[in-house]
Nanobody
Framework: QVQFVESGGGVVQPGGSLRLSCVASGSMNSLYAVGWYRQAPGMQRELVAHITSRDDTTIYPDSVKGRFTISRDDAKNTVYLQMNNLKPEDTAVYYC???????WGQGTQVTVSS
């Protein structure tokens, strides 16, 4: 069983940066991969970044490629999401997710607004 706690969200102006953190209660090495998802009001939850445990392979959708970077620190059981050049359309609740097991965190709100 793995539990995630996300933090680092907030309000930022367009063009700004935020770094989200996702701390796992158990060892992340038991997971095949950890990802960050986001959900805006009225929209489906979508993947924004994914990193595998074995070889740190990363995946990003085109909407965030070049702006977002996912990384992991196994010693701290933490996965990070560095978000740069934020846009108003990045506004959403951001969730941490682990597989197998389909573990979800409670989410952290990111608002990009001038």
């Amino acid at each position: 069983q793995v539990q995630f706690v996300e933090s680092g969200g907030g309000v930022v102006q367009p063009g700004g940066s935020l770094r989200l953190s996702c701390v796992a209660s158990g060892s992340m090495n038991s997971l095949y991969a950890v990802g960050w998802y986001r959900q805006a009001p009225g929209m489906q939850r979508e993947l924004v970044a994914h990193i595998t445990s074995r070889d740190d392979t990363t995946i990003y959708p085109d909407s965030v490629k070049g702006r977002f970077t996912i990384s992991r620190d196994d010693a701290k059981n933490t996965v990070y999401l560095q978000m740069n050049n934020l846009k108003p359309e990045d506004t959403a609740v951001y969730y941490c997710h682990g597989i197998p097991g389909n573990y979800w965190g409670q989410g952290t709100q990111v608002t990009v607004s001038s």
